[in-house]
């Protein structure tokens, strides 16, 4: 389901080159201070958004969770984001969706992060359902292994293989993540649209709901 702004809804902005070149900005205080000013108030927005559609798309309440970075004392972060979850306290111990920016690039994509208990779940049933997973997810959705590092590999150059590497991986090593979506290069023009945007985030999310629900 893909709605339109309305009336009583506001346009979203998008996001431009401005959001991006924060992470070029040298040192924690001055970096998180423009990440604070310019990009934390539309990942706010993107909540207000899209947790409506996501709790009728899952089911169940789904709650925003944007970061704060708040342990950080050194290095700035080199990217933000916005989480979605059953949780109303915290999205890292549950299987969430994600909406964030490196310096790059934007991404939107379903995450199962290493200090979720449903890990080995979700493992299990991906291995047993992979014919269902090739079917569902595209061949340019992107699959990474570590949500820290950008970037990572599509689905069609993972082959059946490589997929059934990173979920054994999943299954086994504590350390391990699963994350699946779409990566927006920082200067496609989709970002400027924010309503455009915002209706890819939708299609994504709806992309990858299977994902989601074979985590439990």
């Given at each position: 389901?893909?709605?339109?702004?309305?009336?009583?809804?506001?346009?979203?902005?998008?996001?431009?080159?401005?959001?991006?070149?924060?992470?070029?900005?040298?040192?924690?205080?001055?970096?998180?201070?423009?990440?604070?000013?310019?990009?934390?108030?539309?990942?706010?927005?993107?909540?207000?958004?899209?947790?409506?559609?996501?709790?009728?798309?899952?089911?169940?309440?789904?709650?925003?969770?944007?970061?704060?970075?708040?342990?950080?004392t050194?290095?700035?972060?080199n990217?933000?984001?916005?989480?979605?979850?059953?949780?109303?306290?915290?999205?890292?111990?549950?299987?969430?969706?994600?909406?964030?920016?490196?310096?790059?690039?934007?991404?939107?994509?379903?995450?199962?992060?290493?200090?979720?208990?449903?890990?080995?779940?979700?493992?299990?049933?991906?291995?047993?359902?992979?014919?269902?997973?090739?079917?569902?997810?595209?061949?340019?959705?992107?699959?990474?292994g570590?949500h820290?590092?950008?970037?990572?590999?599509?689905?069609?150059?993972?082959?059946?293989?490589?997929?059934?590497?990173?979920?054994?991986?999943?299954?086994?090593?504590?350390?391990?993540?699963?994350?699946?979506?779409?990566?927006?290069?920082?200067?496609?023009?989709?970002?400027?649209?924010?309503?455009?945007?915002?209706?890819?985030?939708?299609?994504?999310?709806?992309?990858?709901?299977?994902?989601?629900?074979?985590?439990?």
């Amino acid at each position: 389901m893909v709605l339109q702004a309305t009336s009583e809804t506001e346009v979203f902005p998008g996001f431009t080159a401005t959001d991006f070149d924060v992470f070029e900005v040298p040192g924690l205080e001055a970096r998180m201070s423009l990440l604070i000013e310019r990009i934390r108030p539309k990942l706010h927005e993107l909540g207000e958004r899209l947790s409506p559609f996501l709790t009728e798309l899952c089911g169940e309440p789904m709650f925003p969770h944007v970061a704060k970075h708040a342990r950080r004392t050194i290095n700035p972060p080199n990217d933000t984001w916005i989480a979605f979850a059953p949780g109303k306290r915290g999205y890292k111990m549950f299987p969430h969706f994600q909406i964030g920016l490196f310096g790059s690039h934007l991404f939107v994509q379903f995450a199962i992060i290493y200090e979720s208990d449903n890990k080995s779940v979700f493992a299990e049933h991906a291995l047993n359902q992979l014919d269902d997973i090739a079917k569902h997810i595209p061949a340019h959705y992107v699959w990474s292994g570590n949500h820290m590092v950008p970037g990572g590999d599509t689905q069609g150059e993972l082959g059946a293989d490589g997929l059934v590497q990173l979920l054994q991986r999943l299954r086994t090593v504590k350390a391990s993540e699963a994350l699946c979506g779409v990566i927006i290069d920082r200067n496609d023009p989709l970002l400027l649209d924010g309503e455009a945007f915002i209706n890819k985030v939708k299609e994504t999310f709806t992309t990858v709901l299977p994902l989601y629900k074979m985590s439990f």
